[in-house]
């Protein structure tokens, strides 16, 4: 048993709390002036249980902050082309005004996923998935960050965790989390300036780079990948991964990818599941939504 006092829990249900209330004043004002509200158009395929669980607190964290959510429900046969006329119909504002369209993944085996997310034109694309805003994040000159990527940043901002000059190790490397929160620890300015390695399904002892972390992040879809041994004794650990585990006795719960309660105690700050980075993502996403009806009312 070490000593250290447990890490401090990063609580991202009250961050996200208070950036809502920031951005129901945002809202409110674009509101006034544009007599309506910013707006956005969620596509749901099909009927699992988690991404239906994921729109309903994406609609529901929306109207909170007074953003007029839509979710548009199509049922899983529905194939690529169909998805990417609906796309575009939404494009066209044929379902109101779409100031932001996301479409909610995974899509089913059947639909080419890439082909419908690049139909969601790169001005609407409040989750940063296009080619467009992925190359501008690349550049250092993003309009759309991805959401989780984005809050994750926030939470160490907010923290007041310094990421110059420190250590950054990302385990996943989906075009989702892994690679842009890589380019944004890495980018010049506030929340960047770390040096980053990114680390995968194919990284050789992933351990030893993970022990040379002041920042690990864990992004891979692992129960209980990351082990106290694998942690630098007072780095910060933020668990992304979201993942139902079922007990013997058939109840079930959510659990990250990081062993928690061995974690804690080598850490110097952690993030629970639920409740650290799940809520950041969605005030990011109202954040890129506001961002995207305000790009357009000034044209562009
Ligand atoms: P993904 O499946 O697209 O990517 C997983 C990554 O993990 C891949 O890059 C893969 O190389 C890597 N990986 C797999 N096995 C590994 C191993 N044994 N060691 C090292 N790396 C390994 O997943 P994703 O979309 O990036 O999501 C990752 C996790 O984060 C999932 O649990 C997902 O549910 C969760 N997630 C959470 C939020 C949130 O808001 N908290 C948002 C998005 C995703």
Redesign the pocket.
Known sequence: MSDRPAATLLDGRALAAQIEANLADEVQTFTDMFKRPPRLVVVLVGDMAASASYVKSKAAAAARVGIDAEVVRVPATADTLALVALVKSIARDEHGPADGILVQLPLPAHVDTVAVLDAVPPDRDVDGFHPENAGLLSQGRARFIP??AA?VQRMLLDAGIETAGRHAVI????D???KPLALLLSAKGPGGDATVTL?????AD?AAITRQADILVA????PG?VTASMVKPGAAVID????RVTAPDGTSRLTG?VDFESVRGVASWITP?PG???P???AMLLANTALAAELRSRGG
């Open positions: 959401c989780t809050g385990i996943g490397r989906s989702i989390v892994g680390c995968h399904s194919r990284s992933m992004a891979v879809g692992r990948l992304v991964g979201i993942n990818d599941v650290g980075v799940g950041l993502t969605v």
